[in-house]
């Protein structure tokens, strides 16, 4: 994903998770490359990725608007995806990795470790560590050979806030948010070392364990909306759900 595309998917997911769209409204190219100074290509690109992840549908008038959600469909979807994920870190440290697979996998770690180490990370950092996380999953995926795991995970990836980077770590602060994305990142070099290993049974539990992270933002998000207001709005991935999201 370009850089370019992904700060604008950062900084939509933000407009939509900060409440500022209602259930049922439009979503406007040319508005919204405005709002973000930017071009309608990037926009667009990530209308399109906001609907393949549940968040916005498409509009009887053209183009797409907001839809509707609860807090529990959220989190009923990333569990799921924990589990789909669970299995197939399973399935491929028992079967072994190839050599490439495995380079492919250490090439988004030291990615990823360029985005996260630092004292606070900037929107530019996120985007790469959004990038990176997409990358690294679908290695996983695609990796263990199961098409059915592939097919399954295509329509858990379709459900609000399921996709793997659609929740990054928020927390009351930057700085804290930071943390939590370094320990997220600690976690994904964790699971590339057990499917380099070959245990199965713990690639499996760091799958599922991995999307608790995302859980715990959402949890953080419903229980504090007043602190996750304070957080910088380009990087803030989640809000009142209580309120907006039902």
Not at 15 to 23: A, R
Not at 66 to 80: H, L, Q
Not at 214 to 226: G, H, K
Request: hydrophobic share 40%; proline share 4%.
């Amino acid at each position: 994903m370009e850089s370019q595309q992904a700060r604008v998917l950062i900084q939509l997911r933000d407009l939509i998770l900060k409440g500022v769209f209602g259930p049922g409204e439009r979503l406007a190219e040319i508005p919204l490359a405005e709002r973000l100074q930017t071009s309608r290509t990037p926009v667009r690109l990530a209308l399109a990725t906001l609907e393949h992840e549940g968040l916005i549908e498409p509009s009887a008038s053209g183009g797409y608007q907001m839809r509707g959600y609860t807090a529990k469909e959220v989190v009923d979807a990333i569990r799921s995806r924990g589990v789909l994920e669970g299995f197939a870190a399973r399935t491929l440290a028992e079967q072994g990795a190839s050599r490439s697979l495995l380079r492919a996998l250490k090439d988004c770690l030291d990615e990823g470790d360029r985005a996260v180490q630092k004292v606070v990370m900037d929107l530019d950092d996120y985007a790469l560590y959004v990038d990176m996380n997409a990358r690294l999953h679908n290695l996983i995926l695609e990796g263990c050979g199961n098409a059915s795991v592939l097919r399954l995970m295509e329509g858990i990836n379709s459900l609000p806030f399921a996709a793997p980077s659609a929740m990054l770590p928020m927390q009351s602060s930057i700085a804290e948010g930071t943390q939590w994305m370094q320990l997220a990142h600690h976690q994904h070099h964790n699971l590339v070392q057990a499917i380099e290993r070959g245990q199965g049974t713990r690639a499996q539990a760091l799958g599922e364990e991995h999307v608790e992270i995302a859980c715990r933002n959402l949890e953080y998000a419903v229980d504090r909306p007043e602190q996750a207001a304070k957080v910088m709005p380009a990087i803030r991935l989640v809000t009142d759900t209580s309120r907006r999201l039902g």
